[in-house]
């Protein structure tokens, strides 16, 4: 094995959950080893308590004259639950027909590794990098950054920089190099109906009281017209319409027709707003979705019970210029509004982030248009996100600086699901794209 691919199964044996406190041990062990690559790199890295998961930074001597690219990454992961229907361990990561398998191989620790390993590339070969370079790699993102805005506003004046880049997005097909100018925002909440001061027998008290399972099934059907729209009152008021430039465009982007959209899910058939393609669906406009819902028996056979109470988990997809506590707030005007009687409804709100939306034709996004094309041997494609990387646009509003998503990240590389992966093609092409990328910025 390459000392490269090395390097990434070492990164990937960290359990580093983020969200799980049994694992806050794997999460440290982890941003250390990486602290540890970096300076053994010959970079200046350092590690800073925040009050979560540590953040890793570090830096080549900077120069006057010279360009600061800022390169973000998440060393941390998803829960790999469920675990049995992984065919690897998550956290022993595997080499099988040219792919990397565990969790986090492609969001991000692969991705963001082929920038580093990159880097150290160019210094052992040239001696110096073409830029002045920040990494800034953070051990939160799959909770929503809770603690990094704050972070960014604490060093401010360390984290000045001409423009960053991020490999956290995706590709629309293998060999396809990707630029990406767009997320989605989001905003989450749990939404929790009681009734009764207790379970009851559904035979002895069905019928006399509300069911809040029944009522948090109506209250999440009251979400969505029969047209595939969210019915929230002005959910819609602050959405920027569709350019004909980027429907056209996108037309034309491999890997993205409805029939791949098909074909890569394996679903009956697709669902959504009408009059939109697949990917205009997931890349420029917002949604409702139930991520989790609960409430009454999940045994095996029957049980006549009459739940206590029961909830939902929600999230709402955003796009510009739609901000996550406005329509936080319309949010729960409706469910209020609409919870059916007999019950009483918490709604509490979770993590947000707000959308995204760059100019792909700007010098750094024309410099990385370039890298791309280098290092692929293939035109890159311009596309939006239907993912979402909240501190993007936090970036943007405390350190005035634009983001590259360079995504390398394939449509079936199971990210959040078992039995992720990265090909190793992917992760090579990631470092060639890397060296390529701050050669670009640099006379740019
Ligand atoms: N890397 C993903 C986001 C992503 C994946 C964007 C694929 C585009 C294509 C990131 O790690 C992620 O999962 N973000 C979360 C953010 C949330 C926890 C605030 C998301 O999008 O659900
Ligand atoms: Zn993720």
Redesign the pocket.
Known sequence: MSPQLEDLFSFLRFASVSTDSRHSGDVRACAEWLRGKLSGMGLIATLHETPGHPVVLAKNAHLEGRRTVLIYG?YDV?PVDPLELWTTQPFEPVLRDGKILARGAT??KGQMMAHVLGVEQTLREEGDLPVNLIFLFEGE?????PNLAEFLRQHREELRCDVIAIS???MVAPGVPTL?YG??G?V?CEVVLRGPKGDLHSGIFGGAVSNPATAIARLVASLHDDHGRVAVEGFYDAVKPLEGWEREMWASVPGVSDADFLDVTGAPALFGEEAYSSAERVWARPTAEVNGIGGGYQGEGSKTVLPAEAFVKL?FRLVPDQDPADIMRKVTDHLERHCPPGVQIEVKPG?D?KPYLVDPHSKFANAAQDALRASFGAEPVLIR??????IVQTFRDILGVDTLLL?L?LADAQ??APNENFPVANFEAGIRMNRALLVELAKC
């Not at 993102?141 to 950054?145: F, K, L, T």
């Not at 996100?385 to 909240?390: D, Q, T, V």
């Open positions: 998440h998803q969001d991000n993102e799959e909770i929503g950054s956290d997005t995706g990406g997320l989605r989001i989450c999230s993590h982030g996100e239907g993912g979402s990387i909240p995504g990240a990210v959040h």
